[in-house]
Structure formats: C-alpha cells, structure tokens
C-alpha cells in the first residue's frame, strides 16, 4: 500500500473530468489538483511556452509526496509528455494513448474523428498514435479553439444558444465525413458531453479523455505496488493560479459537491 496522493493538473477547470473519473475508478485514492487559471487557454500556445508552463505545473506538484502525476490535459499531453516523463522518475500519465486504444475498440468503420485544441490537432500525437496502433485507421482532425474559453466561463450547459452555434459550426463538418467515433481531445470538451452529442447524433460514439487515462493510472499503480488502501475514502485538495472563486462555481457543479472556500491560490511564477 502507499499513501501518497496523485498529482492531476490542467490548465483551468477541464481536468476536473479527469478528477471525476479518478474519485470513481480510485476513491480511495488522494488528489492534488492544480489548474493554472491564469494561464487558460495552452491550445493556442507555442511549444516551447507549453513546456515552460508544464514544467511550472509538474515542479508545484512535486512540492507534495507524490507517486504518480496524471497529466489531464490534451495539449501537454501531446506536445511536452516525452520530455517531462524523461526529466523526471516518478510515473506520469498522460491522456493521448488511453484514449486511441479507446477508440480503436469501438469503432465500426474505422472512421475516427478528433477533436482538441489547435496545438494539440497541429501536433500530430492523437494520428500519429492511432496510425500506429491500427495503420487501416482513417483519422480526421479539427481544432476546437473556442471550447474551452467558453467552458471556463460556465458556457457548458444545453441550452445555451452561443456554445450550441459554435459546436455546429465546428462539429457539423466532421459528422458530415460519416466518422462513427469521436475522441474529445481536451479534458475540458467531456463537460460538452450533451451538446457535442446532440450535434452528431447516436450513431456517433464519444471517447472521454480523462477517463480513459484514469483507467491507464489505475493499471499503473496496481503493476507497480502503489495502491492506497481500497477500503478507505480519499480526499482532494484544489490549487489554482488566479482567483479561486470562480474555479470553486464551475467544479462545484461538475463535481456534484459544495468545494466553496476549498481551493487555494497560488504564484506558478515560483516555481
């Protein structure tokens, strides 16, 4: 058994899905989030910023005993995995593969579709990883740029005319290719869930990100001895880099529980 938490970090709110798929697969386990609200969105940034700010991210976590650090965000995980995992020795998850051997299970035609920011789609990771798994997979990409701006600000819900307008104009394209799968590429697109299936339709199956890498985390920590005792309840602690307030509305509703006055902020500068 080991006691030690497991650091999760994103940019803003969206691996808070991730948190909710880890309270499920691993209640017993710990939590440390960090999202870096300052700094929402990654998508749109350089390469070379990403890893700067993952860098930031990954070296605030490790200010806690950790054993493990799940990575709940598409765009590091696609541009800066490699180089965080070989910078450091403690087991860090990201949420690219899960996700592909997700899609590969399920899908019929072998149509995939992917949507994600624009640096994760200019990337490559999600193609370049289904290609090798499966090289008959036939992959289309689109970037989703204003998704999670308009997650962060609460435009999440059915209903609400601005993000129902753009996922049609985003999504209608991709359903019109015929994909029969769609992997959510950003942590933050399962809070879309509704409206990005009202948009493509029953006959398309949604492939989540943040839960497929929690079931990669969970065979992690079982092959490697690291399992907290599974009789136990664990606990999260929240950090984010800019005012909590309205961080604690949004995770409050998503999570189903009441986290007001729960989540700290703090200087990413520092670190």
Do not use: W
Not at 27 to 44: C, H, K, M, Q, S
Not at 49 to 63: E, G, N, P
Not at 207 to 219: C, D, N, T
Not at 231 to 243: I, K, L, P
């Amino acid at each position: 058994m080991d006691m030690r938490p497991i650091g999760v970090f994103d940019s803003g709110l969206g691996g808070l899905t991730a948190v909710r798929s880890l309270r499920q697969i691993l209640p017993e386990e710990n939590l440390i989030y960090f999202g870096d609200t300052a700094r929402v969105p990654y998508g749109g940034r350089s390469r070379e910023t990403i890893l700067k700010y993952a860098r930031q991210d990954v070296r605030f976590l490790k200010s806690f005993d950790l054993k493990a650090i799940l990575i709940a965000c598409g765009t590091v995980t696609t541009t800066s995995l490699d180089t965080l995992q070989a910078e450091n020795t403690l087991p860090i998850v990201g949420v690219v593969e899960p996700t592909c051997r997700r899609a590969l299970l399920v899908t019929k035609t072998k149509k995939v579709g992917i949507i994600a920011t624009l640096a994760s789609i200019r990337s490559g990771a999600y193609e370049a990883v289904l290609r090798r798994l499966d090289p008959e997979v036939e992959v289309i990409g689109k970037p989703c740029p204003l998704f999670v701006p308009l997650v962060e600000n609460g435009r999440f819900r059915r209903g609400d005319v601005v993000i129902e307008t753009v996922a049609r104009e985003y999504l209608e394209p991709l359903k019109a290719t015929g994909i029969d799968t769609l992997i959510l590429g950003c942590t933050h697109y399962p809070l879309l869930t509704e409206v990005i299936a009202d948009v493509m339709g029953p006959e398309v199956t949604l492939v989540s990100a943040g839960e497929e890498s929690a079931f990669e985390l969970k065979r992690l920590l079982k092959a490697n001895g690291l399992r907290a005792e599974e009789t136990r309840q664990g606990e999260a602690e929240f950090y984010v880099s800019d005012q909590p307030e309205d961080f604690e509305r949004i995770a409050s509703v998503f999570l189903q529980e009441d986290i007001r006055h729960v989540a700290r902020r703090i200087d990413i500068d520092r670190y």
